[in-house]
C-alpha cells in the first residue's frame, strides 16, 4: 500500500535543542496525525489536525495541517531525553473510510 | 480514556499451530478496529479492517484465511494467525477508531513462529 514520505528518516540532536520533521503525500488528505511510538510498544497518539491550515500544539509539541493538504509538519521545541522514540505520521485520504496510511517514520535520538 | 488492551503480549509457537491475539476497549465501544502488522525498523501496515458485526476487510496482499478476524461485540475483536510459519513472526499492533479519524492503538502482540 501507499505510504507518506517522511523526512528526516533520523536525526540525532542535543537536549534542549528544537525538532522538526514533516510528512509529505501525493494525494490529497484530509486527516493527518502524530503519533509517536518506543520500543516493543504501540504508537501514541500525539496531535490530530482535521483542517487545512491548522495549527495544533499539545505542550512542547506543535504540527501543522499543510495548505494544500498534501502535507503536515510536527516541531518539537526544547528537546528532553524522553522525547526519543520514533515519530509516525499518519493520514487519511478522502474517500478511504477511516483507513490511515502511515508514514516512514523518523527516529528521534536524544543527547544530553 | 480510550485505552485498547491487546493479550497477550508476547507469544511463541511452532510452526504449523494457530494462535489468536485479542484487542480490546477498555473504557469505550469500538465499531471498528484495525490491525495491523510491523517489521523491524518500518511502518505500520494495515492488514484488515474489523467491523462489529460483520465481515472484515482486508487489504491486498493479506490472506483472510491465512488471518481470520473477528469483531463479535464493540470492545473485542481478534486475529488468528492460522497455520503459522516463520514468516508470519512480527509485531502485530491493534487500533480502535474512537472519533473522526482518530485511532488509539494497543501495547502489541510479539509474535515469534520456531
Known amino acids: 500500500g501507499q505510504q507518506l514520505n517522511q523526512s528526516p528518516q533520523s536525526m540525532f540532536i542535543q537536549e534542549g535543542e528544537d525538532v522538526s520533521m514533516n510528512c509529505t503525500s501525493s494525494?490529497?488528505?484530509?486527516?493527518w496525525l502524530w503519533y509517536k511510538q518506543d520500543p516493543g510498544e504501540g504508537p501514541v497518539l500525539l496531535i490530530a489536525l482535521y483542517k487545512a491550515g491548522e495549527l495544533t500544539s499539545n505542550g512542547r509539541l506543535t504540527a501543522q495541517f499543510g495548505i494544500t493538504r498534501k502535507d503536515s509538519f510536527l516541531n518539537i521545541s526544547a528537546s528532553i531525553p524522553s522525547d526519543v522514540g520514533i515519530y509516525f505520521c499518519a493520514g487519511q485520504e478522502t474517500g478511504t473510510a477511516s483507513k490511515l496510511t502511515f508514514g516512514t517514520g523518523t527516529r528521534l535520538q536524544v543527547t544530553l | 480514556g480510550a485505552v485498547v488492551s491487546q493479550h497477550p503480549s508476547r507469544v511463541i509457537c511452532k510452526s504449523g499451530t494457530s494462535v489468536k491475539i485479542e484487542c480490546r476497549s477498555l473504557d469505550f465501544q469500538a465499531t471498528t478496529m484495525f490491525w495491523y502488522r510491523q517489521f523491524p525498523k518500518q511502518s505500520l501496515m494495515l492488514m484488515a479492517t474489523s467491523n462489529e458485526g460483520s465481515k472484515a476487510t482486508y487489504e491486498q496482499g493479506v490472506e483472510k484465511d491465512k488471518f481470520l478476524i473477528n469483531h463479535a461485540s464493540l470492545t473485542l475483536s481478534t486475529l488468528t494467525v492460522t497455520s503459522a510459519h516463520p514468516e508470519d513472526s512480527s509485531f502485530y499492533i491493534c487500533?480502535?477508531?474512537?472519533?473522526?479519524?482518530?485511532?488509539?492503538f494497543g501495547p502489541g502482540t510479539r509474535l515469534t513462529v520456531t
Open positions: 487500533s480502535a477508531r474512537v472519533r473522526k479519524n482518530e485511532q488509539y
Open positions: 494525494s490529497i488528505f484530509n486527516t
